[in-house]
């Protein structure tokens, strides 16, 4: 039996987001304050989990049809390939590289290969975790 859950329902969409965008905000963060991939990943994570106990396992899957097993490759190709690049440049693995752009709206900011680094820890984090989770919850 299905209750109306019209008032948590609404509360998961709004918390949602700020979930989400806090998430982001770690990720950003994590060169300079601890933060990065893993702990924003495990943010977005939850977010998404928030969704899945506020409607069900099907609805979620409709609004965001992402196939996580392939959000995992592409992370772990990402992160791989972060790290191995310096290799073939005669650089040691893992080897960062930044330099200083100026970005409009932004300003002067520096960026880093490291970002990249953790864009693929956090596509693996999101991945992972939510392929557990959708194994676990669903009803076979």
Known sequence: MKTNDVIIQFTAKIVFFIIFFFSIHIFMAGHYTPGGGFVGGLLTSSAIVLLVLAYDLNT???????NYIHLIATGLLL???TAAFPMFIGKPF?????????LPLIGKTSLHTAMLFDAGVYLVVVGVTMTIIQRIGEDD
């Not at 979620?60 to 992402?66: A, E, F, K, S």
């Not at 893992?94 to 100026?102: L, N, R, S």
């Open 60 to 66: 979620v899957r409709t609004v965001l049809p992402i």
């Open 79 to 81: 992160a791989l390939g």
């Open 94 to 102: 893992f080897t960062h590289f930044f330099d200083y752009f100026t």
